[in-house]
C-alpha cells in the first residue's frame, strides 16, 4: 500500500541535491587548498585588510538599507491596516508587484533612471540645477538595496499588525490611554515578532547582495559578496571563495540566531 511518507521524497531528492550537497562542497573547498591538502588560509583570508574592508563595508550598508526600510515600512503598515478591506488589499498588491517582475530589470531600470544622463539628472538640468552624481556612489548601491527589499519589511510588520485585535485597542483606550499609550504599550510590543522577522530578511540578503553593487556601484563598491564573485568567476580560485563564504555564513547565522533569540524574547514580552 502507497504510504503518504513518500510523497516526500521529490522533497528530500531536491534538498540533498540542491541544498546539502552545494553546502559541503563549499565546506569542501574551503578546508582545502588546490592540492586537496587541509588548510585554514582560505578562512583566515578574512583578515585581509582588503576583506575587511569590504566586510565592513557590507555590514555597514546593510545596516543603513535595514534602518531605512524599517523606518519607511512601519508607518507605512500602519497606513495599510487602518485602511478598509478592499483597498488594503489593492495597496498590498502594489507593493508585492515589483516582486513578481525580474530582478535585473529592475535593477537595470533604476541604473537608467539614475545615470548621469538619466531621467533624474535630465529633469534637473531642465529646471536649471546642475547635474548630481547618483551612479555608482554609495548612496546608489542603498537605494537599490532599499527598493529592492523594502517589501520583504513591510509584509512581515503587517502582517503582525494585522494580529491586533481592535478588541484589545478599544480596552485601552477605554481605560484612558491615549494614542501614544496605545501605540507604547500595546501596538508596538505586539508588533516586535514582525519588526525582528522584517529586520532579518532585510538585514540577511543585503549583507551579501553583490548584483545590485555590480550595476549600481559600477565595480567601485567593494562589498564581501563582489569579493567572494570575483575569486569564484575571475580569479577561478574556489577555495578562497569558499573560504570566505564559509565565514559568512557563519555571520550570516549567528546574527539569525541573535535575532531569533531576540524575536521569542519579544514576542513573550507581547503576550504579558
Known sequence: MFKRQYLSGPYILWVIGFILLPILMIFYYGIT??????????????????????????????????????????????????LHLKRQSFVVFIFVLPMWMNFMLRILAWQLLLSNNGIINTILSSIGIPKLQLIYTPAAVVFGMVYDFLPFMILPIYNAMDRIGNDVICAARDL???????????????????????????????????????LLGGGKILLIGNVIEQEFMQNMDWNMGSGLSIVLMVFVIVSMTFMNSQNKDGEETAVW
Open 176 to 214: 484612558g490611554a491615549n494614542r501614544f499609550q496605545v501605540f507604547i504599550k500595546i501596538i508596538f510590543p505586539l508588533t516586535i515578532s514582525g519588526v525582528l522577522s522584517g529586520i532579518i530578511m532585510v538585514f540577511v540578503p543585503a549583507l551579501t547582495s553583490f548584483v545590485i553593487s555590480n
Open 33 to 82: 587548498d588546490s592540492s586537496g591538502n587541509l588548510t585554514f588560509e582560505n578562512l583566515l583570508s578574512i583578515v585581509q585588510p582588503v576583506h575587511l574592508k569590504s566586510l565592513w563595508l557590507s555590514i555597514k550598508l546593510a545596516l543603513i538599507c535595514t534602518v531605512i526600510c524599517l523606518i519607511l515600512s512601519y508607518p507605512l503598515a500602519m497606513i495599510l491596516n487602518s
